[in-house]
């Protein structure tokens, strides 16, 4: 079978096409195999060497049909088979050999002879030509004798037939001409600062080959380039200085003029240089070239902005990479955390800040850098850590901070968290819990952490408190609330608000809330106490047939299970009702005791799904190799709670910069007012500007503050 | 008695006697005032409608308080600068009337004094949406047709705002008048405009798109 195809100019594109009729040649081969003959030697390469003398008539331009995908195939196959012999025919090393001989061969009688003739820049435009000749031909070499990249040469730990090809040229052109090339390249650098308009594209191509040749390295490029560049230009720049000198007797102007000249007039081309601009230098992590090219840049005026755009660019796009990743594993949140933590303090503080404020699978890193604290310092969280390991961790928590825009957001999650962490007694470490509020205050300010630190002082607080309630119950034998009470008694104003409902409570412990309401007011007639129902824990036990077992529960859970003491069975809507609760708490209660791991409760039907016509019954046949298990009820979503909160506070904050600046300057423009605005609020959130406009409309309504009768854009305080 | 009659002189005075009369012709006997029903007639006389802006000027003229009513101290005031004792001096007096409001100098505070006009509660500061697009309509409508059409379109469409302030209603006014219909070129969002108007800018723009 033959594939022939009508070959177009565009070789690269016919290359395509091969790669089909390559591997039905290869298959035709390996069946033909057993019936093939050996070729030898002499046989072999001058057939090669046919094809390769096509190639190079192909690239001189001469009149010569291009290759069909027969002849491909048969120089392709020609090598494979004379590789796969059977010793003392299989000449793969003879091969190679011949490969880089081609090269060298073809170099020395046609290249370097038509690069000697020509000088200045026709030179170049040869030499820009005979590369771009040259790599062509590599590929299509190396396709020839593809085989033996794929065994010999990693067999043999030799070079692959791509660098073998490139480094011909380097050998024997580049050594040759470079030094002309170079002065070259100069000599119309100068011409440009002489006015002069000169091919940019030409210069662009030279010096990427300059980059090229260096296959990865910049060693050629600096030395055999950069160098020389570098010192011409000294010299040239001194030679014009006396000029200069004379022209414009200010040391100052000439030397900005220089630099200007040198950095700004090639500064985004240097910068943008692919393999040793800055981005490759990002990349490549090469600090100290960055910091010269930093202190370079930074000399001229503006010199900085467009390295420090690429430098975020590079950052944002480098973050928004492990974003991505961690979006990936969004059910990791630790490692994701781990990782940004650990990235390194080199980048700019804007673009990390872009990054840090990017969300991952619907959370806000506010949310996640308090979810990752919560992880840490709660039971089962960190333990496997030392506590260095620890302690550090906290630190590049609280460092993060600094680049979260809405730390407020991140301080309502962690008290939230932090609440559930006390009030559960799910804290590993009361150490570690006083260590972060620390570093919190240190780099937030006391107002940041006084709530937190009411929090867990009130703790500290309400098991005095309880001592003296356990005091005055054996003091009064009369007064007994009948279970064993521990209350916890929170200041409101440090603590989230929490809903408090109206739950029916069973009627033990309706006496327990008497008996303590009893004891608080001997305590203090002031303050008023609200029950929160919702954060309560009972230990019940469970009467089960095959033994009985302790349950930890909350007390919604207990409310629900101690029903079951007065009927054995009861329906969705009788547990609402006599519970008084709504329909999502009784779901979630219902579930945890029936759906759950434990099923306290049966359910009917013995669905996965809680709804309002199932019925329920007591399990008396539960039981558990455990004495004392917990059962867990999944918290509410807060997500939603606690960014109403913060919007509220937001707003009110808002207002209060708004009036507080206004006061103190009776006039000012809209956008002054915004800027101050924002800087003022900036330590704890970053306002949007539309919030912003809102409450200085309300507070024009309010009367706090009218527009100027003049000037619109201009507000004044109102007394 | 009347600072009126004691510094005018006789043909003064015959005049003053006229608009007393006239505003007895028109007032409820009881309340010493005309009253919404009095304007009715009123207008019927003038052969205007009671909804015709015309009406909303010469409140303007009196420096009226309270909307639909008249005290003869307003009364006075206006016709007396109107040059109008009679019924027909008055219906002649009105395109000078309009004239006169529609003079920039004046038109700005005639425009705000129409809001101010229908704050009928005590404490009230701003008016509902839907009674603004009629005022709207009333005050700007022949002024400013288009953007008023698509401005009353906008705040029957928007779920925002259900009142308007007199913040919002001068910006309006000021946006009509500076910016540029319809492709709203030199409209700056981060200028002072209040919000209601960048979202209105948005919303315009978004439908041409």
């Known amino acids: 079978m033959s594939l022939l195809i009508n070959i177009d100019a565009s070789l690269s594109c016919w290359l395509l096409y091969t790669a089909v009729s390559w591997a039905w040649g290869i298959r035709l081969t390996l069946i033909k195999m057993n019936e ?48 796969t012999q059977k010793p003392p025919h299989d000449y793969s090393q003879q091969l190679y050999d011949k490969y ?58 030799l070079p692959p037939l791509n660098e073998v090809g490139l480094a011909c040229f380097r050998d024997l052109v580049y050594t040759e001409v470079n030094g002309k090339v170079r002065d070259a390249v100069i000599s119309l650098i100068d011409q440009e600062r002489e006015g002069e308009q000169i091919d940019r594209a030409l210069l662009k191509n030279v010096l990427d080959i300059f980059v090229e040749i260096g296959m990865g390295q910049m060693e050629c490029y600096e030395n055999d380039f950069e160098l020389s560049m570098l010192k011409d230009t000294a010299a040239y720049y001194s030679r014009k200085a006396s000029n200069w000198i004379l022209e414009v007797s200010c040391p100052d102007y000439m030397l900005k003029k220089v630099q200007n000249e040198l950095l700004s007039v090639y500064a985004t081309q240097l910068l943008e240089k692919e393999h040793s601009g800055c981005y490759a230098l990002l990349r490549d ?62 980048a700019l503080k804007e673009a990390f800040e872009i990054f840090c404020n990017k969300g991952v699978a619907g959370s806000s890193s506010a949310e996640l850098l308090a979810t990752f604290c919560d992880n840490i310092l709660k039971k089962g969280g960190s ?30 999650f962690y008290r939230k968290k932090l ?79 929490y809903k408090s409902f109206d739950l029916n409570l069973p009627a033990e412990m309706v006496k327990c809330v008497e008996v303590f309401r009893e004891f608080y007011q001997t305590k203090t007639k002031h303050r008023k106490l609200t029950w929160i129902y919702s954060l309560g824990t009972c230990n019940i036990n469970g009467k089960f047939e095959p ?59 013995n669905t996965k799904t809680i709804s309002p016509t ?37 707003r009110y904050a808002i207002d209060a910069s708004i009036v507080r600046i206004m006061k103190s300057r009776k006039v000012l423009g809209y956008q002054q007012l915004v800027m101050e605005c924002v800087e003022q609020l900036g330590r704890m959130f970053r306002p949007d500007v539309k919030a912003i406009k809102k409450r200085i409309e309300d507070l024009i309504t309010r009367d706090y503050l009218e527009r100027d009768k003049d000037n619109p854009n201009v507000f004044r305080y109102l007394a | 008695m009347d600072l009126f009659r004691s510094a005018s002189g006789k043909a003064a005075t015959k005049e003053l006697e006229r608009i007393d009369q006239l505003f007895y012709s028109y007032s409820n006997e009881s309340s010493g005032m005309i009253d919404p029903e009095g304007i009715e007639h009123l207008c019927s006389d003038l052969e205007v409608a009671h909804t015709d802006v015309r009406i909303l000027m010469l409140a303007w003229k009196m420096h009226a308080e309270k909307q639909g009513y008249f005290t003869l101290e307003e009364w006075r005031k206006g016709l007396k600068a109107l040059h109008a004792d009679t019924i027909i001096k008055l219906k002649k007096a009105l395109p000078d009337l309009e004239n006169e409001v529609c003079r920039p100098s004046n038109y700005v505070e005639f425009y705000s004094y129409a809001f101010r006009y229908c704050l009928t509660e005590e404490k009230q500061k701003s008016i509902d949406i839907e009674s603004i697009c009629e005022l709207l309509e009333l005050v700007l409508g022949s002024q400013f047709p288009q953007q008023v059409d698509l401005f009353i379109q906008y705040l029957k469409t928007q779920i925002d705002y259900k009142v308007i302030n007199m913040d919002q209603w001068m910006g309006f006014y000021r946006f009509c008048n500076e910016i540029s219909f319809p492709d709203f070129n030199n409209y700056d969002e981060e200028l002072a405009w209040p919000l209601i108007l960048d979202n209105f800018v948005d919303w315009v723009k978004s439908k041409q798109i």
Not at chain 1, 40 to 49: A, T, Y
Not at chain 1, 468 to 481: G, K, Q, T
Not at chain 1, 571 to 596: F, G, K, P, T, W
């Open chain 1, 36 to 83: 093939r003959k050996t070729i030898n030697l002499e046989q072999g390469r001058d057939f090669m060497q046919k094809g390769i003398t096509k190639l190079k008539n192909i690239l001189e331009g001469l009149p010569e049909p291009q290759f069909s995908s027969e002849e491909y195939m048969m120089l392709y196959t020609t090598i494979y088979n004379m590789c």
């Open chain 1, 100 to 157: 880089r001989e081609s090269f060298q061969e073809y170099i020395t009688s046609t290249v370097l002879p038509s690069l000697r003739e020509k000088h200045d820049e026709f030179m170049l435009r040869e030499l820009v030509k005979r590369w771009s000749n040259h790599k062509v031909m590599v590929r299509w070499l190396s396709r020839f004798f593809y085989y033996l990249d794929r065994y010999f040469i990693t067999h043999r730990s």
């Open chain 1, 285 to 346: 992590d090469k600090v100290v070239d960055l910091s010269r090219m930093y202190r370079l840049f930074s000399k001229i005026p503006q010199g900085l902005e467009p390295i420090s755009s690429m430098f975020k660019q590079h950052v944002t796009a480098e973050g928004t990479t492990l974003v991505k990743q961690a979006d990936d594993a969004a059910s990791n949140k630790k490692a994701e955390k781990r990782d940004v933590a650990g990235l390194q303090e080199q």
């Open chain 1, 383 to 412: 333990e496997k850590l030392s506590d260095e390991a620890i302690e550090d961790t906290l630190e590049k928590v609280v460092k993060l901070l600094a680049y979260i825009s809405d730390k407020d957001l991140f301080a309502e």
């Open chain 1, 419 to 497: 609440a559930r962490r006390l009030l559960f007694d799910e804290s590993a470490n009361d150490e570690h819990e006083r260590s972060i509020l620390t570093k919190l205050k240190q780099q937030c300010g006391g107002q940041f952490t006084s709530k937190m630190e009411g929090m867990v002082t009130d703790l500290a607080l309400a098991k005095e408190n309880q001592s003296h309630f356990e005091e005055y119950l054996s003091n009064n034998s009369n007064v007994s609330p009948g279970i064993d009470l521990t209350v916890t008694v929170l200041t409101t104003g440090f603590w989230p608000s």
């Open chain 1, 547 to 605: 033994k009985t077992v302790e349950l930890i529960v909350t007390t919604y859970q207990a409310s629900t299970l101690l029903l079951f003491n007065l009927s054995d069975r009861l329906s969705y809507q009788e547990i609402m009702s006599q519970l008084n609760l709504s329909d999502d708490d009784v779901i979630r209660l219902l579930h945890s005791l029936s759906c759950a791991r434990y099923k306290i409760l049966i359910k009917e039907p």
């Open chain 1, 614 to 650: 199932d019925t329920f019954e007591f399990n008396s046949k539960f039981t558990d190799k455990m004495r004392r298990i917990k059962i867990p009820l999944p918290p509410v979503d807060e997500k939603k709670k606690v960014i109403e909160d913060v919007d509220k506070d937001r």
